[in-house]
């Protein structure tokens, strides 16, 4: 029988509400979107984890981070279905703060149509 491999540490609260504001920086999450290859900036996690006084590496991060992520995204897709009972998961309201921002509702441009400019002109010559 081969060794079994070794589990970290579970999770506590406090580790994971740090976790969740590192990785909810702005600076991170820039990071993360701008490349798939994103070990190095797991890394920069860890190396804030430890800062706050928690031992976690750059993997058990990005598998925490995963993890936290595929929870979210479980519980918003339950509460999408029509005639479900609202479902939640844990820190959901952090997560949302982060993932709840879906880049492809929003407009990646604006159309400038000029009719408030003309409205504006209109009430000038009025006055």
Same mark, same amino acid.
């Given at each position: ?28 999450q $820039? %990071?993360?979107? $701008? ?8 890394? %920069? ?14 993997? %058990? @991060?990005?598998?925490?981070v995963?993890?936290?992520? $595929? ?10 279905? $029509? ?5 939640? @998961?844990?820190?959901? %309201?952090?997560?949302?703060a ?13 159309v ?8 504006e ?7």
């Amino acid at each position: 029988m081969p060794p079994r491999a070794r589990r970290a540490p579970v999770w506590s609260n406090g580790e994971l509400l740090d976790l969740i504001a590192v990785w909810g920086e702005e600076a991170v999450q $820039s %990071q993360l979107r $701008s490349s798939r290859r994103n070990f190095d900036t797991f890394g %920069q996690i860890s190396r804030a984890m430890i800062e706050r006084g928690h031992d976690r590496d750059a993997m %058990q @991060c990005r598998i925490k981070v995963k993890e936290l992520r $595929s929870a979210y995204r479980k519980a918003r897709e339950a509460n999408k279905r $029509s005639g479900a009972p609202p479902t939640t @998961c844990r820190f959901y %309201q952090e997560l949302d703060a982060i993932l709840g921002v879906d880049p492809t509702t929003l407009p990646s441009t604006t159309v400038d149509t000029g009719e408030r400019e003309e409205e504006e002109e209109e009430e000038e010559e009025e006055e």
